[in-house]
């Protein structure tokens, strides 16, 4: 059993908090999910990648996670603050297909991402377009309470109306209206947000007929309604990436404390983002997709690496040396941990300072740092490869794949014998082991405790 409390930073309180769940032993979680007009970038994809170690970690835990993640296939303006164009209509126009077909092209195309990531499949993956009745009952139920008002585009949320607005982001919402520039259009107040959008003039392939005439809804409101329908108003964790903060979590709060009178998650967790130059990434503007990763010879898993190297707190700077670097790491891992014999005892020792890094708030640098430590110490060779298969459980990161190794198996074996007879002081027979491996085309240098093998 696990003997280091799980704590977590929660950005409502901006504290590490011990974790405790709603129900024992059971966690429900939310994670946002990607707008499906355009291949995901590697950006979006550090912060699923995130979601996935805070997945793992609890199911190391002893929790069972019920992760529900949705689809936004409609609804998600070009500007957050609600103006610009719906990003699917868009995308549509540019790639002359019909938003539908975006939609599912793209959502297959994430999927896929998430699967070369060795990123595990959320329990439930629910699409904003199959859930418009919840969503119009969501905000029939805000009109009947007063928290919502209409405008000649549609309907809008009050966010005078509630005294705490805001919270999340620490906003200063008397500063926000004096100095924002929004384009306020008929908006009463600078951070009111749309829970449905009419169609009016403009010809749409996403609408559907409401109370309120036939429109779409707003990006905040399907969060709102379908983790409710899947998790109850009150959940455990709620995930998404830090550009959330201010807006779309902020406003799905807001409508879930309007309607049920509290906020709906105990946790709210933010990934940060990965930098490209310190820049923004966007989704079209680079070429920073998994597949254009694998084009230029990296494996997704090495992308995997990169990201656990730094903290889901911090900025991630990407360069394509970073990457090269990670690859090569990955490499080196797995060339050690397959080259170990099997049926060990996982290491105690090892194991207690793992669980303490992963759960003080996921910390998979200080974890990976012991992996390498691990391979590197005097156990055996056994017992060491019990305990990195231990702690791939978080990783994902597939160490002990005998496929992913360039080197044959073999040869790694003679080597690790090599090793041993020259610790056993026996140099006679280390010298004929090295003999065999050169025969076998490849050399052996040895690194302290471990070794290398490279073709010759
Ligand atoms: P989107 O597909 O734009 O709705 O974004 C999907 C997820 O990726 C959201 O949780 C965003 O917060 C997150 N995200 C967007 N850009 C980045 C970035 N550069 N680094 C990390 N996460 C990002
Ligand atoms: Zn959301």
């Given at each position: 059993m696990i003997n280091a409390e799980l704590s977590l930073f929660d950005t409502m309180t901006r504290q590490l908090r011990p974790f405790t769940s709603i129900e024992p032993n059971q966690v429900g979680l939310y994670a946002c999910g990607p707008t499906v007009y355009d291949y995901a970038h590697a950006g979006n994809l550090r912060t699923y990648l995130f979601v996935d170690i805070l997945r793992r970690t609890l199911t190391l835990n002893g929790y069972q996670v019920n992760h529900v993640m949705n689809i936004t296939d409609v609804g998600h303006l070009t500007?957050?603050?609600?103006?610009?164009?719906?990003?699917?209509?868009?995308?549509?126009?540019?790639?002359?297909?019909?938003?539908?077909?975006?939609?599912?092209?793209?959502?297959?195309?994430?999927?896929?991402?998430?699967?070369?990531?060795?990123?595990?499949?959320?329990?439930?993956?629910?699409?904003?377009?199959?859930?418009?009745?919840e969503q119009i009952d969501f905000i029939l139920q805000l009109e009947q309470k007063g928290f919502t008002y209409q405008t000649s585009d549609g309907v809008y949320f009050d966010t005078n109306k509630l005294a705490d607005y805001g919270q999340l982001a620490k906003l200063d919402k008397t500063g926000l209206e004096a100095g924002i520039r929004v384009n306020m259009a008929e908006k009463k107040s600078p951070t009111d947000f749309a829970l449905w959008k009419l169609s009016g003039e403009q010809a749409r392939q996403m609408e559907w007929p409401s109370p309120w005439g036939v429109g779409f809804p707003g990006w905040h409101i399907e969060c709102s309604a379908m983790a409710e329908k899947y998790l109850g108003e009150q959940f455990d964790i709620h995930v998404g990436g830090e550009d959330h903060i201010p807006i779309h979590h902020t406003n799905?709060?807001?409508?879930?404390?309007?309607?049920?009178?509290?906020?709906?998650?105990?946790?709210?967790?933010?990934?940060?983002?990965?930098?490209?130059?310190?820049?923004?990434?966007?989704?079209?503007?680079?070429?920073?997709?998994?597949?254009?990763?694998?084009?230029?010879?990296?494996?997704?898993?090495?992308?995997?690496?990169?990201?656990?190297?730094?903290?889901?707190?911090?900025?991630?700077?990407?360069?394509?040396?970073?990457?090269?670097?990670?690859?090569?790491?990955?490499?080196?891992?797995?060339?050690?941990?397959?080259?170990?014999?099997?049926?060990?005892?996982?290491?105690?020792?090892?194991?207690?300072?793992?669980?303490?890094?992963?759960?003080?708030?996921?910390?998979?640098?200080?974890?990976?740092?012991?992996?390498?430590?691990?391979?590197?110490?005097?156990?055996?060779?056994?017992?060491?490869?019990?305990?990195?298969?231990f702690f791939d459980q978080i990783f994902g990161l597939k160490i002990d794949h005998l496929e992913e190794v360039d080197i044959p198996r073999d040869v790694l074996l003679l080597a690790q014998q090599r090793l041993e007879m020259k610790q056993k002081k026996k140099f006679e027979e280390a010298d004929r082991l090295r003999d065999q491996i050169t025969e076998l085309g490849y050399q052996v240098a040895d690194m302290g405790n471990t070794f290398e093998v490279h073709p010759i």
């Amino acid at each position: 059993m696990i003997n280091a409390e799980l704590s977590l930073f929660d950005t409502m309180t901006r504290q590490l908090r011990p974790f405790t769940s709603i129900e024992p032993n059971q966690v429900g979680l939310y994670a946002c999910g990607p707008t499906v007009y355009d291949y995901a970038h590697a950006g979006n994809l550090r912060t699923y990648l995130f979601v996935d170690i805070l997945r793992r970690t609890l199911t190391l835990n002893g929790y069972q996670v019920n992760h529900v993640m949705n689809i936004t296939d409609v609804g998600h303006l070009t500007s957050d603050a609600d103006s610009g164009e719906d990003k699917m209509e868009k995308g549509s126009r540019k790639q002359n297909k019909s938003a539908w077909e975006i939609a599912l092209y793209f959502e297959d195309a994430f999927l896929a991402d998430l699967a070369q990531l060795n990123i595990h499949t959320p329990t439930t993956i629910c699409r904003a377009t199959q859930h418009i009745q919840e969503q119009i009952d969501f905000i029939l139920q805000l009109e009947q309470k007063g928290f919502t008002y209409q405008t000649s585009d549609g309907v809008y949320f009050d966010t005078n109306k509630l005294a705490d607005y805001g919270q999340l982001a620490k906003l200063d919402k008397t500063g926000l209206e004096a100095g924002i520039r929004v384009n306020m259009a008929e908006k009463k107040s600078p951070t009111d947000f749309a829970l449905w959008k009419l169609s009016g003039e403009q010809a749409r392939q996403m609408e559907w007929p409401s109370p309120w005439g036939v429109g779409f809804p707003g990006w905040h409101i399907e969060c709102s309604a379908m983790a409710e329908k899947y998790l109850g108003e009150q959940f455990d964790i709620h995930v998404g990436g830090e550009d959330h903060i201010p807006i779309h979590h902020t406003n799905e709060i807001a409508q879930c404390q309007a309607k049920n009178g509290h906020v709906q998650a105990n946790y709210w967790l933010h990934g940060y983002f990965l930098q490209l130059n310190k820049e923004k990434i966007s989704k079209s503007g680079t070429s920073l997709r998994l597949d254009a990763l694998i084009e230029r010879g990296y494996e997704p898993l090495a992308y995997r690496y990169l990201t656990l190297t730094s903290h889901y707190r911090s900025h991630l700077s990407f360069t394509w040396q970073s990457l090269e670097s990670a690859q090569t790491a990955l490499k080196r891992l797995r060339n050690k941990v397959c080259a170990l014999a099997d049926s060990g005892q996982i290491i105690e020792e090892y194991k207690t300072r793992f669980i303490r890094h992963i759960n003080q708030d996921l910390n998979m640098p200080k974890a990976i740092a012991l992996l390498w430590e691990l391979l590197d110490s005097d156990f055996s060779p056994a017992d060491k490869k019990a305990t990195a298969q231990f702690f791939d459980q978080i990783f994902g990161l597939k160490i002990d794949h005998l496929e992913e190794v360039d080197i044959p198996r073999d040869v790694l074996l003679l080597a690790q014998q090599r090793l041993e007879m020259k610790q056993k002081k026996k140099f006679e027979e280390a010298d004929r082991l090295r003999d065999q491996i050169t025969e076998l085309g490849y050399q052996v240098a040895d690194m302290g405790n471990t070794f290398e093998v490279h073709p010759i």
